[in-house]
């Protein structure tokens, strides 16, 4: 995710360009005030407590929730979900859709109930492997299902839910409202962070449970529908609806999935390495066409960055609508009128460090929007010849307080969506210029790899740098992903900082 920013006296280049209008008003002014930095560091502060960083305990089976402490009832226990077949109908003009959602799951332990997340729709029917199932509504979002004969321990199977009504966003996150929304082209689209998939199927809504994802949406004609992955052969019935068909084969977070319905124009085309791309436009989005074409490139670079590109397609949506952020939804990321080409290499950015490989909990949100943060500073090193290390200095002469006092880990719930697009890339590049350019790029590489198609943590991420260097990074650590206050002179100019 990138949010759209106002533009500032002498704007960095890895904020986002000042393109969102009446938005343009989100807080970086406070934290980039033309002011002299100073050598706030605490010597006194106590360190920090590293016992909440051991390994998570599993959720019971039947719990309400997976664990996360910024959402303790996102998601639930007693299954590991390894697939969803999602086959929803949507009127338009009526908003009104009819969803029939399967989700295969292993069990984890005997499963007497168990919880699916859905927001706000009204459920007609649930069956567990072809048995009718007693079901519950509990809270906003909880449905609780009772099967007729208990799901054993390691069992793998199928939950079917029938439901309908008329979809709506599942509330206001960080930046912007979270789940389905109604394009001013009468369509929809879904986009949000932590929370959006389950305004419109059932999931077990956390990181933490990815799974294979496939899409079949029928529309009346007229209309069409792009999500994630693959593309399939729309089937056209006799009714005046058509149904559209998308496949994705890697596993992946609820919160990455989307779905866009609207009069789109396609364009198709395919990456040297065979990757197929496929990019929609909003009516009134064709220009965004000439900021698309350079995708190749961006993928291209990042490549060279970060190793093979990991995802099964290519693309991106753009939406005539001025939402205050972008997302990295997978493979496809969803751009707001206001999206350029930095924000194209941002989200695309996300495609390694967010999408395959996703974070643990919300805690270390820093793995996906830092780098993605860095890497917009990257592009502009390799193409425009910036000077990185004069950019971080004039950075950080320009910052005031407000810039230091959140943690990039560990920030608290609501807090995710902050300091990690501002101070991240400046904590990457003081790190970069703490081990060097060697075993930086190995980093890069190395940690997507490592970690392909799965689940990590902040302090894995610390962990594995240590490795990978030989080094006792411990103060650095501290001082720049949990400080509160300016790092030490020794951890804020290492390197080629000093001057």
């Avoid at 496939?214 to 006799?238: C, F, I």
């Avoid at 670079?301 to 205050?324: M, V």
């Avoid at 190395?446 to 689940?455: L, T």
Wanted: glycine share 10%; aromatic share 10%; hydrophobic share 35%.
């Amino acid at each position: 995710m990138v949010e759209a920013t106002g533009e500032q006296e002498q704007p960095t280049m890895y904020q986002v360009r000042a393109a969102c209008l009446a938005l343009a008003t989100v807080g970086l002014a406070a934290l980039t005030s033309c002011t002299g930095g100073s050598d706030n560091a605490d010597p006194a502060s106590p360190a920090p407590d590293r016992s909440a960083e051991q390994p998570r305990p599993e959720p019971t089976p039947g719990a309400d929730g997976a664990g996360d402490p910024y959402y303790p009832q996102d998601g639930n226990g007693g299954y590991d979900v390894v697939g969803y077949h999602v086959s929803i109908s949507y009127d338009p003009p009526s908003q009104r859709l009819d969803g029939d959602t399967v989700v295969t799951a292993t069990a984890t332990g005997q499963l007497t109930e168990f919880n699916l997340d859905l927001f706000g729709l009204e459920v007609s029917g649930v069956e567990v492997d072809g048995q009718p199932a007693e079901f519950a509504r509990q809270g906003d979002h909880e449905l609780v299902i009772t099967p007729e004969t208990p799901v054993t321990e390691n069992a793998r199977f199928e939950t079917r839910v029938r439901y309908a009504g008329t979809p709506s966003i599942a509330g206001t996150g960080g930046l912007g409202e979270n789940g389905w929304q109604i394009a001013a082209s009468g369509g929809a689209f879904v986009a949000g962070e932590p929370h959006s998939a389950t305004t419109w199927y059932p999931a077990n809504d956390t990181p933490r449970d990815k799974a294979t994802f496939r899409l079949d949406a029928r529309v009346p004609d007229g209309w069409s529908v792009v999500s994630n992955g693959l593309e399939k052969p729309a089937t056209q019935g006799t009714d005046g609806w058509t149904t559209y068909h998308w496949d994705e084969p890697n596993r992946i977070a609820t919160y990455l999935t989307t779905v866009g319905i609207d009069k789109w124009t396609f364009e198709r085309s395919t990456l040297p390495s065979g990757v197929p791309v496929v990019s929609a436009y909003a009516p009134g989005q064709e220009d965004k066409t000439q900021v698309e074409e350079r995708l190749p490139e961006v993928i291209e670079f990042l490549t060279e960055k970060f190793g093979p590109y990991p995802q099964s397609a290519a693309g991106g949506i753009y939406i005539n609508e001025t939402i205050p952020f972008s997302l990295e939804t997978q493979g496809r990321p969803v751009y707001a009128d206001w999206a350029e080409l930095d924000v194209v290499v941002h989200e695309n950015a996300h495609q390694w460090y967010g999408n395959s490989v996703t974070v643990e909990s919300w805690a270390d949100i820093c793995l996906n929007e830092c780098f993605a943060s860095y890497a917009q500073w990257l592009w502009e090193e390799a193409k425009d010849d910036a000077d990185l290390d004069e950019r971080y200095r004039t950075e950080v002469a320009r910052a005031t307080d407000r810039l230091w006092e959140d943690p990039l880990y560990d920030m608290g719930a609501g807090n995710e969506f902050g300091a990690v697009y501002r101070k991240g890339p400046l904590a990457l590049h003081a790190l970069r210029r703490t081990i060097g350019d060697d075993d930086f790029d190995r980093v890069l590489k190395e940690w997507p790899a490592r970690h392909r198609d799965a689940n990590a943590s902040w302090p894995q991420f610390e962990r594995f740098v240590e490795e990978v260097t030989g080094e006792d990074l411990t103060a650095f650590f501290d001082a720049w992903f949990r400080g509160t206050t300016q790092p030490g002179d020794d951890h804020l100019y290492p390197g080629t900082l000093r001057r």
